[in-house]
């Protein structure tokens, strides 16, 4: 319940800014990298699996059409094929929108 309503609180926030346009490319934290590993890198850096792949401006471009917050919450609550929190069990809305950026800003295919 208080995770919901942590989400809508920050979707609002995010929103607010509107500027889905301009990801800027980041570094995970150590931790987040860890968890990255276990669980997003499984599917979204293989190519084998539907999951828009590290690196792949395109795709990620046509996904945040919808907009960051979008995504976050579909990464949170599951979208399609996509399970729902990523398999990370212990992922933070801030660590599920860093990873997100990361994989749609990453310079290179891994
Ligand atoms: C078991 C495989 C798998 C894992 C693990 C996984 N994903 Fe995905 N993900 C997918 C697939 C497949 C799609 C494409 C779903 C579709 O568009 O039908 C997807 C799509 C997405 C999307 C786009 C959703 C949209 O609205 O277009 C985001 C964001 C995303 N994943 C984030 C993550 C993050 C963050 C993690 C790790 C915490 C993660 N995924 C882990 C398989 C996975």
Redesign the pocket.
Known sequence: MHKVLFLSLSVLVLSACGNKASLQPITLSEQQQQ??EQ??????ANPA????QVGDKAAWDK?LE?GLP???Q??IQG?????A????AT?TPP??EA??TY?ATAQTQK
Do not use: E, W, Y
């Not at 669980?39 to 979204?44: A, F, L, N, P």
């Not at 699996?49 to 828009?52: I, K, L, R």
């Open positions: 968890l990255f669980s997003c890198k499984t599917c979204h699996n539907p999951a828009p996904r919808q979008t995504l976050v579909h990464a979208f399609n094929a996509m399970p929190g990523g398999l990370c992922c660590d599920f990873m997100i994989m």
